[in-house]
């Protein structure tokens, strides 16, 4: 067994993880996702897991669901897809009112940014950040972090670049914090209006050039371009978007040895093609399987806290 | 035989007459009768009721340009007498109200309505101001004369920017006719869209939504050339950011009849003291860079910036809690404002105490045409705060506005008022003091 150190009720988010708690994380991660591992474990076997998703995600939600019923816990099939039914004060007592019927765990998904960091204090449940508006979502970047080891060894010092609508994309700040605690060099790239303010204070560096951001990176995760982006003017045209950052078979092909990510659901043809998300250096599936175990580490570590709490 | 009061031994600070030394003040019938050194011992004065305030400051009341007091349409939030108390405890003895109650007011009767509620119930005197645009929508004047008849002391559809150029132009004209000012609250609503923090590192951390300055700098640089163009009073509301400021200080140096006003808020804080989610740092304009608050202290410094005002904005609890990104804007202020001056201009020699006065009181009656406060000369009303200048005490949730939304919680300051004076009489007097 790895020497673990994970001392917390609940995952809200990336930021204030030590790069150990990380590695615990996908430590674990290890020991579940290897072949001899058993299918059916019992370690969350007395627990309720109820899902809290104010917008839907047909991958989230399942890959949660299939590592929660792994571990042996119940799952609550509640989902209140209704957002003003999990605004502020009601999402509280929503919260509460499951606490009350036994529910142990809170996978939330909101489309506000910051609701759970009050909401955590406010419950002994335990909460786990499915993705809070444009803030984090923790357990994607621990499973790009996850499948970015798998392949390269390490997280010391790798170049990541990740392209896309950043400003709007908690996938990506989650993979800024973690990636920045292992000394990787992150570039994010994309254009202006879809850059936010002062991201390089966060320690990262931005470019609008993808073929050069691209030519020495270890990786590139491509984000998911919501396409009513143009609508708000951000960006001038689909195809002016794939043109400068769609990542192709071409540009791909001038580095063989960077790895490809997406957090899915991909437009295709729109920030990646087909050819690419298809490709040998393509690692998305990878990351979809990877997922799983990632979510079953987290719950686990989180149970042993819990169990140490009683 | 007139009422009399007479306010011994208190260190006297007052900027329009350039006073800052012990003196006693005489009041009679609500008015200052006199300001000199060792009136007790005049053989006239030997009888009348004494408030002792040695080892105190004695100035003229605060006067707040910039206060919601919610009433009429949410009592549940503020009222004209919670309001006005809040004001008395922070040594504020006029209180310029917003036009942004429900329903806004915009008519003559509506400025009637509160100006009859708060000789009423108004613990400080309060001032009206009236929307420039009916229902506050930006679409259509209101009836500027019928209000100015009524009473108000400025325009402003504060709340809101002025988004149409045109018609500001219109309510600047009018305005100028009415020789009143008009109060603008400078935000480009395209720029700052869904909202709610600066745009900044915060933000981009945080990931929400944030307001570049140059939403507010480009409507204060319209402003300034509306004002140049029709010759109206334009004062700039709650300035935020560094190059608003500096478009103030180069149309002043002009010679246009341009002002400004800064909140304690926006002195003190900046984007990088809001604690993680906490919607009691949530406020329109945002907290900005600690660049743009160095920017407010400078402009606070040179006389850019001309008045400190709150911006006291009350919101019950639940409305708080509904998160940052849904939560509304606004902290209230009114019983932290003099202590956060003392504590973050005197204190730090940004302003010395008479010139924090003069933002605070003399200046603000100046913009306002007031001629009978911010000043301790003889016949001017007797509106005066006591204040312990280095008394700390810890900023606690009891406060006298009905709402507790401040981000100023749990902060210590120095400078205590310890009475207000309201035409002689006392509106607040500090539990253990006088
Ligand atoms: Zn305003």
């Known amino acids: 067994m790895t020497q673990r150190s994970w001392d917390r009720k609940d995952l809200l988010g990336l930021e204030d993880l030590s790069a150990a708690e990380i590695e615990s994380i996908l430590d674990a991660a290890v020991s579940f996702k290897s072949s001899e591992a058993p299918k059916n474990h019992s370690k969350l076997s007395n627990r309720t897991l109820a899902f809290l998703f104010s917008e839907p995600s047909t991958r989230t939600r399942s890959s949660f669901e299939v590592a929660a019923r792994r571990l042996g816990a119940e799952v609550l099939g509640f989902s209140a897809a209704s957002s003003s039914l999990l605004k502020g004060e009601s999402l509280l007592d929503t919260v509460r009112n499951l606490e009350a019927m036994g529910v142990d765990y809170f996978v939330v998904r909101h489309e506000l940014s910051g609701v759970l960091m009050p909401l955590a204090p406010k419950t002994k449940a335990s909460l786990i950040n499915a993705g809070d508006g444009a803030h984090e979502h923790p357990t994607q970047a621990l499973l790009d972090l996850f499948t970015l080891r798998e392949k390269k060894g390490t997280l010391k010092k790798l170049k990541v670049v990740i392209v896309g609508d950043v400003a709007h994309s908690r996938v990506a700040r989650s993979n800024i914090f973690a990636l920045l605690k292992f000394k990787a060099a992150v570039t994010v790239c994309g254009p202006t209006a879809l850059i936010p303010h002062d991201i390089a204070s966060l320690g990262v560096s931005v470019s609008q050039d993808l073929d050069h951001a691209l030519k020495d990176a270890d990786a590139v995760n491509v984000l998911r371009l919501q396409l009513e982006r143009q609508k708000e003017n951000l960006v001038t045209s689909l195809n002016d978007y794939y043109q400068a950052y769609g990542l192709t078979a071409e540009r791909l092909a001038k580095n063989p040895d960077c790895m490809v990510l997406h957090p899915g659901p991909m437009n295709r043809g729109v920030e990646i093609s087909s050819q690419a998300a298809d490709g040998p250096q393509s690692a998305i599936l990878e990351q979809v399987k990877n997922g799983v175990a990632v979510r079953m580490a987290v719950l686990s570590l989180i149970e042993g806290w819990r169990a140490r709490h009683g | ?434």
């Open chain 2, 1 to 434: 035989m007139a009422e009399r009061l007479l306010v011994k031994g208190g260190l006297v600070i007052d900027p329009s007459q350039n006073i800052e030394s012990v003196r006693d003040v005489l009041i009679e019938d609500g008015k200052i009768a006199e300001v000199r050194a060792g009136l007790s011992k005049q053989p006239g004065l030997k009888d009348a009721p004494v408030l002792d305030a040695q080892g105190l400051w004695v100035i003229p009341g605060l006067i707040d340009m910039h206060v919601h007091l919610r009433e009429p349409g949410r009592e549940g939030d503020e009222t004209i007498l919670t309001g006005t108390r809040a004001a008395a405890r922070g040594g504020v003895t006029t209180v310029l109200a917003m036009p942004n109650t429900e329903p806004p007011v915009d008519t003559p009767s509506a400025v009637s309505f509160v100006k009859s509620k708060a000789v009423a119930e108004g613990a400080v005197r309060v001032l009206v101001a009236g929307a420039a645009t009916v229902g506050q929508k930006g679409e259509r004047l209101t009836e500027i004369v019928g209000m100015v008849r009524a009473g108000i002391s400025a325009v402003t559809d504060d709340g809101r920017p002025m988004m149409n150029s045109e018609l500001m132009r219109r309510a600047l004209e009018c305005c100028k006719d009415c020789g009143i000012p008009f109060i603008d609250h400078c935000e480009d609503e395209h720029l700052s869209a869904g909202a709610c923090v600066n745009e900044g590192r915060a933000a981009t951390a945080k990931g929400l939504r944030g307001m570049p300055w140059a939403g507010e700098t480009v409507m204060v640089s319209r402003d300034i050339a509306l004002s140049e163009l029709t010759g109206a009073h334009v004062h700039i509301a709650h300035i935020s950011a560094a190059q608003s400021v500096t478009a103030v200080r180069l149309a002043k140096k002009r010679g246009l009849n341009v002002t400004a006003e800064a909140t304690p808020h926006h002195f003190t804080l900046c984007e990088e003291d809001a604690p993680g989610y906490d919607a009691n740092f949530k406020m329109n304009p945002p907290l900005r860079s600690a660049r743009d608050r160095e920017a407010v202290l400078e402009g606070l410094a040179d006389g850019t910036i001309d008045a400190v005002a709150t911006d006291h904005a009350p919101h019950g609890p639940g409305k708080k809690a509904l998160g940052l990104p849904l939560a509304p804007f606004g902290v209230i202020g009114l019983e932290t404002s003099l202590a956060l001056g003392i504590t973050h201009l005197v204190g730090k020699k940004i302003l010395s105490p008479k010139k924090l006065l003069e933002r605070m009181s003399a200046a603000p009656a100046r913009l306002l045409g007031l001629k009978d406060r911010g000043s301790l000369k003889k016949g001017m009303l007797a509106d005066i705060a006591l204040v312990h200048p280095g008394e700390s005490w810890t900023v606690e949730a009891r406060f006298e506005s009905k709402s507790r939304n401040s981000p100023f919680i749990g902060m210590k300051l120095k400078g205590q008022v310890r009475a207000t004076l309201v035409g002689g009489r006392a509106a607040f007097r500090h539990d253990h003091a006088l």
